[in-house]
Structure formats: structure tokens, C-alpha cells
């Protein structure tokens, strides 16, 4: 008769506890707050769904949201495809595989406030060598008050700061792949693009669902880059779900909306995260 041993549940009660503390604790006092209205002296007031509901119908939630979508679907649109070009072009041997696996690293090695910092510097056209490069070319370009330029600007910079990711989580999957692959492939006479499609694609789906959905996780609750570089400007043009959550908690103090504004982000990050890791793993499994 095997034997139970139910002891090693004794190691799992710190990290419960740690959990507790760090995420359970704080959630429920967001929940608190989001069914609840303050005036003030610490005294509250029961608001029920009021403010999900002012939340939900918000035109200033939808347009936050809409900009969102858009920033999170550029942003996948071209650091998916860039990281896995730059992945299939560093080399497998050499003294050049750990020199490009450092450059490729340093990006993500940069605090996030100082990567906005960096690029506001940058696109300055008075003193910035992006922005006064671009003057001298004759191009008008003014992040601060230029509602496209200030979106070229957040893009290209988060493009710059998190294909890397990208590209090393790809790059490790396509090491993974024998060699007795290729050589197959090379008997076959396969070209380029076929063995792209019938080996590496295939080999390098597990790796890219999680640069995937890291990616969309990450880009869908940016705050700290585009607040440093534009503010949310120039007028709401760059204000993201996460800089228009902080404008309402902390510059107008609206507790209750900010935490029921809180309580929404969070489950859509959470659905579309489930519903992203559903369809690609059952794709997953169609084609294997």
C-alpha cells in the first residue's frame, strides 16, 4: 500500500503567507474601496456597483481602452515578427553567439524609468540626438506636441527596449532544435522558408506563446516609459489604461472609481490573457 506523506504541505505555508500578504491582502482592500465612497476623515460609505457602473459606461474608460488595444496590437505586430527575424540571424557558434546574446541583453537590463528618460533626452530637438538630427534633415518632429510623433516615439522605444525578449526566448528555442532536422531538411533539397515553416516555426511555438503573452501582459500595463517621455500627452492622445488609472487615484484622489477602474484592468488583462493561451494551445495541439 503506498504511503502518503503529507509533511512537505509544512514548506508551502511561508510562500502562502508571503502571498497573503503580498497580493491577497492588498486585492481585497481594492475591493473594499471599490464598493465603497470616502469624503474624507476616514469615514466610508456603501456605493455598491455605482462606481463599475460609472466605470463601464466612462467615455474616458473606452478612449483609455481604445488606445490601449491599439498600443498593445502595434506593439505585438512588430516585435513578434523583429524578434524572431534577429533570432533566426544570430549565429549558433563562434565568438559571435555570446557577444550578440549580450548586446541583445543589455535593453532589458535598463531600468524602465531610465529608458524613458533616455528617449525623452533623445527626441529632444534642442539638445536630444534623434530630435536634432531630424530638424536638421528638414523633418518636423515634436514628440510634445505632435499627437503622431509622441505615438512613433512610445512605440519605437518600447520596440527598442523589449524586442530582445523576444528574440532571446525564440533564439533558445531554435537551439533546441537537432541538427539531424536540418540535415533531413538539406537531403530533401527544402528551401529556406520551408524549413522555417515545417521546423522552426513548430519547435519555437512552446517559446513564443511566452514571449506572447509576456509581451501583451507587459505592453497592456506600461506605465512608467510613456508617462516619463510624454504624460499622457500631448493631451490624452498617450494616455494608456494604466497612466489614466494613476491620474484618477492619485491626481484627483477618486478612491472608489480608481479602485473599481483597478478591479476592471485587471480582469480584462486576465481574460484576454486566458482567452490568448487557449486558442494558441489548441492550435497547438491541431497542428502537432
Not at 40 to 47: E, I, P, S, T
Not at 218 to 234: A, C, H, K, Q
Not at 235 to 243: D, K, Q, R, V
Not at 247 to 269: C, E, H, R, T
Given at each position: ?114 529608458v524613458g528618460t533616455i528617449w525623452q ?40 527596449h523589449w524586442t530582445s525578449l523576444v ?92 479602485a473599481a477602474f483597478s478591479l476592471v ?24
Amino acid at each position: 500500500m503506498k504511503t502518503v506523506n503529507n509533511k512537505a504541505w509544512f514548506m508551502v505555508i511561508p510562500v502562502v503567507v508571503l502571498v497573503a500578504f503580498s497580493a491577497i491582502i492588498p486585492l481585497m482592500t481594492v475591493v473594499n474601496y471599490s464598493v465603497q465612497d470616502t469624503f474624507g476623515n476616514n469615514q466610508f460609505f456603501w456605493a455598491g456597483l455605482e462606481w463599475f457602473n460609472e466605470i463601464v459606461n466612462s467615455e474616458r474608460f473606452h478612449d483609455a481602452l481604445g488606445r490601449q488595444f491599439l498600443f498593445t496590437g502595434l506593439i505585438l505586430l512588430i516585435e513578434i515578427p523583429l524578434g524572431i527575424a534577429i533570432a533566426l540571424n544570430m549565429p549558433s557558434r563562434g565568438w559571435g553567439r555570446p557577444a550578440c546574446l549580450v548586446l541583445m541583453s543589455l535593453p532589458l537590463l535598463i531600468p524602465w524609468n531610465v529608458v524613458g528618460t533616455i528617449w525623452q533626452i533623445f527626441g529632444r530637438s534642442d539638445i536630444g540626438l534623434l530630435g536634432h538630427t531630424l530638424q536638421l534633415l528638414g523633418i518636423e518632429y515634436n514628440y510634445t506636441q505632435n499627437t503622431l510623433d509622441a505615438w512613433i516615439t512610445i512605440i519605437v522605444m518600447d520596440v527598442w527596449h523589449w524586442t530582445s525578449l523576444v528574440a532571446l526566448l525564440a533564439y533558445a528555442g531554435l537551439q533546441s532544435i537537432p541538427q539531424a532536422y536540418y540535415q533531413a531538411a538539406r537531403i530533401d533539397g527544402a528551401s529556406r522558408w520551408a524549413v522555417f515553416r515545417f521546423i522552426q516555426l513548430p519547435k519555437m511555438r512552446g517559446v513564443l506563446l511566452i514571449a506572447f503573452l509576456l509581451r501583451f501582459m507587459d505592453s497592456f500595463m506600461i506605465y512608467t516609459e510613456p508617462f516619463v517621455v510624454t504624460g499622457g500627452g500631448p493631451g490624452n492622445s498617450t494616455t494608456l489604461l494604466s497612466i489614466d488609472l494613476v491620474k484618477m487615484a492619485i491626481g484627483q484622489f477618486d478612491l472608489g472609481p480608481a479602485a473599481a477602474f483597478s478591479l476592471v484592468y485587471f480582469l480584462i488583462i486576465l481574460l484576454l490573457s486566458w482567452v490568448f493561451y487557449t486558442v494558441m494551445t489548441n492550435l497547438d495541439k491541431q497542428e502537432s
